[in-house]
């Protein structure tokens, strides 16, 4: 046997063919449209078929190397560059970075085989799907997925070997993301997170979101109010966006998986970019990782309408992203708050009694704003605990000049008012009749 030929299951299925019209139990015809060829293709075959056999049948190009094949040479350079550049990168995200660094333009998946053949890279295999995909929400604007992720994204090159926090959001709709690095997953930086998103592209309809503490009250023996939701929930409801929290990671998967591939490729892309900073980390998300991003991995959504709603002057950001908490007036008019005295000026823009209770706001800024209804409280903060060397005043307000303001009190058991009572009287034998009224001795 001087020659090996290769043939398929369809060219065995056409020799099949072709042997029955010889053998005359089908014509030219029948077999044509049982191929799904035309009558001449089959007279074609059948003299090739005759003359050489089934071999005859293969195509010829097979086992041949192709005419686009690339050549020894650059396939070198390529897995050179790979091994020393980019020994831990993806085969389609090696291909972008070869392209974009090295003018080197070559298929994600020829490299994919490349590196596979050279033992770079290892195939994956995928889990198997066994939950049913959340259909996307139709508009741009109406969820957004929302985590944090604590992460090595520096790979050691921030002081003391520091780990940073990614805060991301994703649309639910479009896969468009928004992210920027922030000190910890906690209130604050949650709400300079969204407040920078509301900014940029509006108020979303629906925040989807984990358990975590920033988020949810998850002790199950709270009984106040104000302690039922978090100081998050708080903010958002006063803004008019709806938090839902997951109740799995599979539930939010789309956020879960972007984290994924954010740590393979946001952290190779900071070290080509030689970005060793939160700061200027923050600039790079912004001006060229995000918007190339977004472009490669978003997705055409079901409607083309934007339903972000823009922040109006109504929505007080400043305000309502703040820590805010409950406490109440002293008699000396000092608010004790974190270990510290705050002492009310005499002067204010509206009344203010003891015993009041008050919001206290702590802003992103670090600054703390007193607040009685919709007037804002001047203060002073005080090093110690005030001492009372003459009687405070009754009460504060924007009259200085003010000594005693106009107080409801409860009249004494002994004052005239009390001294008369009404007497009964039956109204139907004497409608006219008047009450009479006794004398208490």
């Known amino acids: 046997m001087n020659h090996i030929h290769t043939i398929s299951s369809k060219e065995l299925n056409r020799a099949t063919m072709l042997q029955r019209i010889i053998n005359k139990t089908i014509t030219q015809k029948d077999a044509a449209l049982s191929l799904g060829l035309t009558d001449r293709q089959v007279r074609r075959m059948l003299v090739k078929y005759r003359a050489e056999g089934t071999a005859r049948l293969a195509h010829k190009a097979r086992g041949n190397p192709s005419h686009n094949r690339l050549s020894q040479t650059i396939k070198d350079q390529v897995i050179e560059l790979v091994k020393t550049k980019y020994p831990d990168f993806g085969p389609t995200f090696a291909a972008e970075k070869l392209a974009e660094r090295d003018n080197l333009n070559i298929n994600h998946e020829t490299l994919r085989n490349l590196m596979i053949k050279e033992g770079i890279w290892q195939h994956k295999k995928r889990k198997p799907i066994h939950r049913m995909r959340r259909e996307r929400r139709a508009c741009y604007g109406d969820m957004e997925q929302f985590d944090g992720c604590h992460h090595d994204w520096f790979e050691g090159r921030l ?44 108020k979303p309809i629906t925040i989807y979101l984990d358990r975590h503490s920033t988020y949810k009250v998850n002790d199950k023996n709270a009984l106040d109010d104000d302690a039922m939701i978090t100081q998050f929930e708080r903010a958002m409801k006063e803004v008019n966006v709806e938090v839902i929290h997951a109740n799995s990671p599979q539930a939010k998967g789309r956020i879960e998986n972007l984290f994924g591939t954010l740590q393979d490729r946001l952290v190779k892309e900071l070290r080509l970019a030689n970005i060793n900073d939160v700061k200027e980390a923050n600039i790079f998300l912004q001006d060229k990782f995000l918007p190339a991003f977004n472009i490669r991995f978003s997705v055409t959504p079901r409607s083309d309408i934007d339903i972000h709603r823009p922040v109006t002057t109504r929505d007080n950001l400043i305000a309502i992203l703040s820590v805010q908490t409950k406490r109440y007036i002293n008699e000396d008019f000092t608010i004790r708050f974190k270990n510290q005295w705050l002492q009310l000026t005499k002067v204010q823009p509206t009344l203010v009694l003891p015993k009041a209770q008050v919001t206290i706001e702590e802003r992103l800024d670090n600054t703390i704003y007193i607040r009685l ?39 004494s058991s002994n004052h005239p008012w009390r001294k008369f009572t009404l007497l009964p009287y039956n109204i139907s034998s004497n409608p006219k009749h008047k009450p009479l009224s006794k004398k208490i001795t």
């Open 159 to 202: 002081p003391n070997r520091a780990w940073a926090t990614l805060l991301a959001s994703r649309d639910d709709a479009n896969n468009i993301i928004y992210a920027r690095f922030l000190d910890y997953e906690g209130t604050k930086p949650v709400m300079i997170f969204w407040r920078d998103y509301f900014k940029i592209y509006g």
């Open 373 to 411: 209804s919709n007037y804002y409280l001047t203060y002073v903060k005080l090093t110690t605990k005030p001492v009372i060397t003459e009687k405070p005043p009754i009460a504060l307000t924007s009259n200085p000049n003010l000594k005693k303001p106009r107080t409801y009190t409860t009249p």
